[in-house]
Structures are given as structure tokens and as C-alpha cells.
């Protein structure tokens, strides 16, 4: 059944404390578990319901005494006391098994250590326990293992002490101070190494900083520690946070579900988070560790400071934290170039999702499995949203409003109502349109016609928004956003602009249907440009010819809007929407070999610019999803930009060499994004790849190997096969190198994949229990690989449904990942349709979790 929103209840039973203990064994762990429990006086009394899932219940005591079998329900979902009087302490002893944990919920095993995963609901996996983020009991935490496989033991909090025990076993005591939620408790045991250092908070508290993992990697772990510093430096500067605990851990897991885990005081990441270094790690994987690690440390206050009273409210924790981590990289980096990165992935994968059949808004008004609801659009839009108060407020303001939302909440369970109370609070301002955002799903359009009228000098914007349906919501309001926009004369200056409206000069704020701005004493039609640093997350639609693109991507100030200029004249061109296709051709192919002999524009500018809008960027521009000929157009574009520009490319490839062969600063990890690029075109050109062969030969970094080994397989060079067999046998036994090799494999544009994917399934590289391994199969095919996946007799369709039921029993939530593959199957067109259709009906009755099952229900739905 669904769970609402509106059903909300606080907990009927409270519990202030846990005491968790346990003898940690890779077959069978046994947990006891003591909570105190107190009714709350302020809610109606209800019996004691505790949540518990695959747990064998040995013991249970209230008050040191054993309970009768009669007075206790036991029930697949968990157990049920009905008549508890008043406050007791509940003792449950139970066995769990980890090493047949498949689904890395609860306690698992991975490479013979032991870690935990729960959130959302794992921890019902390891004890009986109200299991709901508005419990947020203080812990005391005990382990007990083998010494020798197990030397370290690691759970939330700050370490306590611990000894020997007989029979070469030892213990570890952990106390966490801090109100918490169980989604956030965590354990971890195994052989581990660790990088460390110490730093002192702004408060003066002295912090042990480590970051775990098995022994051969921890020289890998030296980069993610010192991201772990500079995040800790960022959130005291930026937000005035600082850390709570003596310790703060980070453990590398190869077998992960998701990203990473923000447990209290003892993170748990996905190695592909942590480990890297020259040998094996690309710029964009340094960069990537960078944000996550920020990411998980950010949610230490956002998110468990301060944590989620349902998890309806999950986007008040992941949205902020997002819109953190992205202030984060954007501080320590290029602005410019993190804002165009993330809106290329809230427009291919955001927007997607809020146009297809997994359409939901950022706080959905129910969920059947609350695990399918970790998406773009919470993430992704939730940070949006952030972005565009923080863009409303102006900097200080929305500092003072997180000040107050932080100060109001701290070891609370908290809700959008609050954040927003806290804003409007210190904003002095009405945010109750805003808060539309959070329920209406769906990208808005904004629809924007201008006027200019000489004789008068008047020169007129009429504005219009409206959202599509969405499934569930077939009418939408209008939204309370800002509309920031500027207008430039001839000859690419500013003009100075006074509109009517609630914003500064530059800004309005959009709260109707329609609205008009009127600019008055204008000489001659402005350009106008709208939208500066994508503040809402809009489609903007207004009919810009090739010619202005092309100024406004000269003359906006906004780099942003450079860029995206671009993007409307490569999408326009692309999709063959200019009545002058020719003239707009010219014109984007003049731009970008303008930009490319330009030695003043930061060549990762550059990068950004050469890179066209891809595969399903495009699928969101149009009504209906021609794959022939969206995959065609582009092929077609980028061989003519290669042919034309074939010298700059050259010249600008040897040019950046030096720069290049630097190391991790933005400047040599920009020159290295552009001269890989240089080099994606150039080996377009030539079926000898002499360039690219050449630098995968030479290659220093991975970068600059894995980018040559790109090409050669894309360009199906003849030296690709050797190239390959080079690369896997220089990184074999190297798991996360493995992933990229075979997501090579997975992506190459060409119908050819899809054997070649079989391949791997069938070769000792599959293994399905392994998270990264599936991903790095199914999910590149799928989700990468527009070429092959939507084959037109539909067999690439039928290639990964095959696997699901499969990985369905294994691992629910990384099937039902792969399964939202097929989410905007109903927009295409031609028989494509009629083949996911076939394959979704196949699936029907072959799923054992309510993942997969609610996923398939949604997307025929
Ligand atoms: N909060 C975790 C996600 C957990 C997902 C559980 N299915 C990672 C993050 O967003 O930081
Ligand atoms: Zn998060």
C-alpha cells in the first residue's frame, strides 16, 4: 500500500536512548539491543509497533525480564507488544546474516569486512526498533569480533575505549552524544588502513580526521582526506558550521549500493568516492570525490543536526545539501564551469524525469517504496529550489534565514514548512507561493515575446509561465520565481534598465500567469538575455535568430549565458529549427573556431562550449523522440566541425600540451578537458588515429589515457582492439579501473554493442552482486548508449530486461535503477514505443520488490 503524507503521526512512543551491542561475525551476527522507551504524553496511547525485517529473535526482556511468547506478536514486518505499561527498557537479542545480504541493506559483507547501510530503512535489517527519522535516540555502541579478521571497529560517535576478549576476540565502545535518527547509525569492521590528520575547529575542539580502507589502497586515500579538510574549513567559512565530534571516519566500501552514506561521524563511501591517484583516477573522478565528500560532510548538519521529521521531507536534507556541495566546488573551482555542468545534468536527467512517467514533486504526497524516490528531482530540483530563494534573498539574507533554520532546529526532525518558516523569518518576506515548488511536479515554460516600437522608444517583454501535467497533476499554478534578464545594444554594451517590478534593476520576480515589462527611451530594439546563471530552473523560450545567439554569446556578461547561447544555436541547428539553417550552421561553426584561437578564454570555457547538447538534452527539447535522426544529426554536426576547424584542433591540441602535463590545478585539468576534446574530433577524421594512439601510448594520467582510449574505441580506430587489451591487462585486479574499461565497451556508439554487452555478461567481469560492475554494464548501455540500448527491433530493450528480474532478487534497488531507463519510453516515436511497451508488459509478475514492482506500475501506469 502507499504511505501519505497527510497520514503523518509523531511516534507514540518515544526513545531517548540505545544501547546496541554486537558480536560481529560474518555468517551470523547476533545484535542485542536495549531502548528506552517512554510514552509520549502528548499523543494519544498506541501500542508498541517496532519495525524488523529478516531478524531471528532470541531473546526478549522488559526490564531484565523475559517477555511470555503470548505477549508479543512477531510478524514478517516486525513486532508488536500490546500492552507495555509506561516507560520500560526493551531488550531484543536477535542473529542477522550478513554474508547472505545481497541487497547492501542492514549489515553486509564486502571482501571480508562487514558494513552497514540504512538509510532509509535498513537498520530494521539489524534490530527491532521504531525505524523513522523522528526517533532520534543517543547511542552507546559495542563491538565485539575477531581480532585478527576484524582489528578495526569503527560505529558512529566518538570511540570510548575497549580491550581484549578471550578466545583472540576483541571490543570497541562507541558513544554518539548526538541526537540521531537510526537511517544514520552505522558499523564497520575489517582490516583496514587509513590516512589521518588533525585539525582544530573553529572551536577550538581538536578533530582525529581519518579516511579507511583495505591496506593496498589506503595510498589512495590521501587526496579524499584532504577534501575532507578543505570541506570542513568551507562549511565553518561559508555557513558558520562547525564539526561536533572528536573524530570524524571515512571508509571505502567496493560493494556499495549508492554514492556514499552521511552516518554520524563515520561516512561510508563507494570506493569509486575515494580512492584515486594519477595511475588510476581521472580529473573528472578527483573532482567527483571532491563534491561527494563535501556532500556527506555538508549533511552533518543538513541532514543530521538537523534531520527529517518523514521521509516525505527527504529533498529538505538532499536538496540543501546539493545546493552546499555545489557551492562548495563552485568556491574552490570555476563557477562558470560547475554551473554549466550541473544544469547539463538537471537538463538531461532532471528534466527527463519530470517529463516522463516518474514524473513526482519534490515533496511527494505519497510513495509506495521510499527507496525509489532517491532521484534527480529530489536531489537535483530540491537544490534548484534552494538556488532560487538564495537567488530571491540576496547572500546575506539566505545566510541569516540558514542561521535561524539551523539554530530552530538543531536535534530536531524538521520539515519544509520549517526551512521556509526560517527564511521568511529572517527575509521578512511572504514565501507561501514559493512553496509551490515543492508540490507541483513538472519543468515550467517560460514563454517570453518581445516588441519594440520606435517611434515611441519603447521596448516591451511579455512574459508567460505555465507547467505541463504531470501524471497525477493535470493542472498546474504559476510559480514564485526570479526572472533575471539584461538587455544590450548594438554594440554589446549594458544598457542600464529600470523595469517595474519587485526586484532590483536586473531581477523581476515572476508570481503570475503573464506579466510585461515595458523599458522606456530605447533608441533601437535591444538583445535581451534572461536567465543569468540558470537562477530558475526553467525551459526559456523565447525566438532568438542565429545571428543574436551568436552576439549574446560574444557580448553577455553572464558566462554562463555564453555558453548557453551556444547550446540554442547548437540545438536549434541540430534540430534543424532556423528557417536559415545554413546561416545558423555558419554561425555556430564561426563562434566555436572563434573561441578555439582565442588564447584569453579559459580553455575549460572552451571545453564546455565544443561539447554538444547530447542525446537525451535533445529528447527533452522535442515533443516526440526521433532517435534516428536526433543520433544522425549530431553524428553529422560533429563531423563537420571537425573538418572545419581540423588545423585550429591541431594547433590548439599542441599548443595545450604543456599546460597539459601539469598537475591537479584547474588550469592543466581545463587544458587537459580541451585537448581531449581537440582530440574526440581530430580522431573523427582519421582512421589511423595516429594522435590519439600516440598519446594513449604516452599518456601520463588517466586522463589523457582513458580520453585517447575514448576516442580510438568511439572512431572504431584500427588500433582500438590492441588499445583495449593494453589498457585491461596495465589495470588488471583494479576493480574501478575495470568500470571504466567496460563502460567503454558498453558506450561505443554502434549497434555492435550489444553483443559485445552480452560478452561481459557472460565473461568473468559479471558480477551481479557488485553494484559498480552492474552500472558499469547495464547502466553505460542503457543510459549511455543511445545508439545501441534503443536498436529499432527493440532488442536492446529486451537485452536489459532480461537482467532485471535477476538483479531484482539480488540487489532491488540497483534493478530498479536500471529499470528507469526506459522512463520516457512513452515520447518515442515510431516503433520504439511499441517495443518498450512489449518488454514493460513482459515484466509484469517478475518482480519480487516492491522497488521494481512500483517502478513498472508507474511507468505503464
Ligand atoms: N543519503 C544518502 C543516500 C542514501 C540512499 C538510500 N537508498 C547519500 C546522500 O545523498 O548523501
Ligand atoms: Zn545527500
Not at 398 to 411: K, Q, T, V, W
Not at 450 to 456: E, L, P
Not at 785 to 795: C, K, L, R, V
Amino acid at each position: 500500500g502507499s504511505i501519505h503524507l497527510s497520514d503523518y503521526r509523531p511516534p507514540a512512543w518515544r526513545i531517548p536512548r540505545v544501547e546496541i551491542e554486537f558480536d560481529l561475525d560474518a555468517d551470523a551476527t547476533e545484535v542485542t539491543t536495549r531502548l528506552r522507551l517512554e510514552p509520549d504524553p502528548a499523543q494519544p496511547p498506541a501500542p508498541l509497533e517496532l519495525d524488523g525485517e529478516d531478524l531471528e529473535l532470541l531473546a526478549i526482556r522488559v526490564d531484565g525480564v523475559e517477555l511470555p511468547p503470548e505477549s508479543y506478536v512477531l510478524g514478517e514486518r516486525g513486532l508488536r507488544i500490546p500492552d507495555l505499561d509506561g516507560a520500560c527498557t526493551l531488550e531484543t537479542r536477535v542473529r542477522i546474516r550478513p554474508s547472505a545480504n545481497t541487497r547492501l541493506e542492514g549489515l553486509y559483507a564486502s571482501r571480508g569486512a562487514l558494513f552497514t547501510q540504512c538509510e532509509a530503512e535498513g537498520f530494521r535489517r539489524i534490530a527491532f526498533m521504531l525505524d523513522r527519522p523522528d526517533v532520534m535516540p543517543v547511542w552507546d555502541i559495542v563491538l565485539r569480533a575477531d581480532r585478527a579478521r576484524y582489528p578495526v571497529l569503527l560505529a558512529n560517535g566518538n570511540p570510548v575505549g575497549g580491550g581484549e576478549l578471550p578466545d583472540g576476540r576483541h571490543l570497541a565502545r562507541w558513544h554518539n552524544p548526538h541526537a540521531t535518527p537510526p537511517y544514520l547509525f552505522a558499523v564497520v569492521a575489517g582490516d583496514f588502513g587509513c590516512v589521518q590528520s588533525e585539525i582544530v575547529a573553529a572551536d577550538g575542539r581538536n578533530v582525529r580526521l581519518a579516511v579507511w580502507a583495505a591496506h593496498a589502497d589506503v595510498p589512495r586515500c590521501r587526496y579524499a582526506l584532504g577534501a575532507v579538510e578543505r570541506a570542513l574549513r568551507w562549511d565553518e567559512r561559508r555557513f558558520g558550521r562547525v564539526y561536533d565530534l572528536d573524530v570524524f571516519n571515512v571508509v571505502a566500501a567496493q560493494d556499495f549500493t549508492m554514492g556514499a552514506m552521511e552516518n554520524k561521524g563515520l561516512n561510508i563511501f563507494n570506493a569509486r568516492y575515494v580512492l584515486a591517484d594519477e595511475e588510476t583516477a581521472t580529473d573528472a573522478d578527483y573532482l567527483g570525490i571532491e563534491s561527494v565528500i563535501g556532500h556527506e560532510y555538508f549533511h552533518n548538519w543538513s541532514g543530521n543536526r538537523v534531520t527529517l521529521r518523514d521521509w516525505f521531507q527527504l529533498s529538505l536534507k538532499e536538496g540543501l545539501t546539493v545546493f552546499r556541495d555545489q557551492e562548495f566546488t563552485a568556491d574552490l573551482h570555476s563557477r562558470a564551469v560547475k554551473r554549466i555542468e550541473d544544469v547539463r545534468l538537471l537538463r538531461a536527467r532532471q528534466f527527463a524525469e519530470d517529463a516522463g512517467s516518474l514524473a513526482h514533486p519534490v515533496r511527494p504526497p505519497s510513495y509506495r517504496e521510499i527507496n525509489n524516490f532517491y532521484t534527480l528531482t529530489i536531489y537535483e530540483k530540491g537544490a534548484e529550489i534552494v538556488r532560487m530563494l538564495y537567488t530571491l534573498l540576496g547572500e546575506a539574507t539566505f545566510r541569516a534565514g540558514m542561521d535561524l533554520y539551523f539554530a530552530r532546529n538543531d536535534g530536531r526532525a524538521a520539515t519544509v514548512e520549517d526551512f521556509l518558516a526560517a527564511h521568511a523569518e529572517a527575509s521578512g518576506r511572504d514565501l507561501s507561493q514559493f512553496a509551490r515548488w515543492y508540490a507541483q511536479a513538472g519543468t515550467p515554460e517560460i514563454r517570453i515575446r518581445d516588441d519594440y516600437d520606435a517611434a515611441t522608444g519603447t521596448y516591451t517583454l511579455e512574459i508567460a509561465q505555465r507547467t505541463p501535467p504531470t501524471p497525477g497533476q493535470p493542472d498546474k499554478h504559476p510559480l514564485h520565481m526570479p526572472l533575471r534578464f539584461a538587455l544590450y545594444d548594438e554594440a554589446g554594451r549594458r544598457l542600464r534598465t529600470a523595469p517595474r517590478g519587485a526586484g532590483g534593476a536586473d531581477q523581476v520576480e515572476l508570481v503570475a500567469t503573464r506579466h510585461r515589462l515595458r523599458f522606456h527611451g530605447l533608441s533601437a530594439r535591444p538583445l535581451p538575455a534572461f536567465n543569468q546563471g540558470f537562477a530558475a530552473p526553467v525551459k526559456l523560450d523565447f525566438p532568438y535568430s542565429p545571428a543574436q545567439l551568436g552576439r549574446l554569446a560574444r557580448c553577455e556578461r553572464d558566462p554562463f549565458n555564453r555558453w548557453d547561447a551556444l547550446q540554442r544555436l547548437a540545438t536549434g541547428v541540430l534540430l534543424e529549427r532556423f528557417e536559415a539553417h545554413v546561416e545558423a550552421q555558419d554561425g555556430l561553426s564561426a563562434a566555436l573556431g572563434a573561441l578555439l584561437d582565442d588564447p584569453a578564454q579559459d580553455p575549460a570555457f572552451v571545453a564546455e562550449c565544443l561539447v554538444l547538447p547530447d542525446f537525451d538534452t535533445l529528447a527533452e527539447s522535442v515533443q516526440a523522440i526521433d532517435v534516428d535522426s536526433l543520433l544522425a544529426a549530431r553524428e553529422t554536426l560533429l563531423d563537420q566541425l571537425a573538418f572545419e576547424h581540423a588545423e585550429r584542433l591541431r594547433a590548439r591540441y599542441h599548443a595545450l600540451a604543456d599546460a597539459a602535463a601539469g598537475g591537479l590545478d584547474g588550469a592543466a585539468m581545463g587544458a587537459r578537458r580541451l585537448r581531449n576534446l581537440c582530440l574526440a574530433l581530430l580522431t573523427r577524421l582519421d582512421r589511423e588515429a595516429a594522435l590519439a594512439q600516440a598519446q594513449f601510448e604516452g599518456a601520463r594520467s588517466m586522463t589523457d589515457r582513458l580520453g585517447a582510449l575514448r576516442c580510438l574505441v568511439e572512431a572504431d580506430a584500427q588500433g582500438r582492439h590492441a588499445a583495449m587489451e593494453a589498457f585491461a591487462a596495465r589495470h588488471a585486479g583494479d576493480d574501478l579501473v575495470t568500470d571504466k574499461w567496460i563502460a567503454l565497451v558498453a558506450m561505443r556508439p554502434d549497434a555492435g554493442a550489444q553483443a559485445e554487452v552480452r560478452a561481459l555478461l557472460g565473461s568473468s567481469h559479471w558480477t551481479p552482486t557488485n553494484p559498480n560492475r552492474v552500472r558499469a554494464v547495464l547502466g553505460s548501455f542503457a543510459r549511455a548508449n543511445p545508439t545501441a540500448f534503443h536498436a529499432a527491433d527493440g532488442s536492446g530493450y529486451a537485452l536489459l530486461a532480461e537482467q532485471l528480474p535477476g538483479l531484482d532478487a539480488i540487489n532491488p534497488q540497483v534493478a530498479a535503477r536500471l529499470l528507469g531507463a526506459f522512463e520516457s519510453w512513452r515520447r518515442l516515436a515510431g516503433p520504439r514505443r511499441e517495443r518498450v511497451r512489449e518488454t514493460l508488459d513482459g515484466l509484469q509478475g517478475r518482480f519480487a520488490s516492491s522497488d521494481c514492482r512500483d517502478l513498472l506500475a508507474r511507468l505503464l501506469g
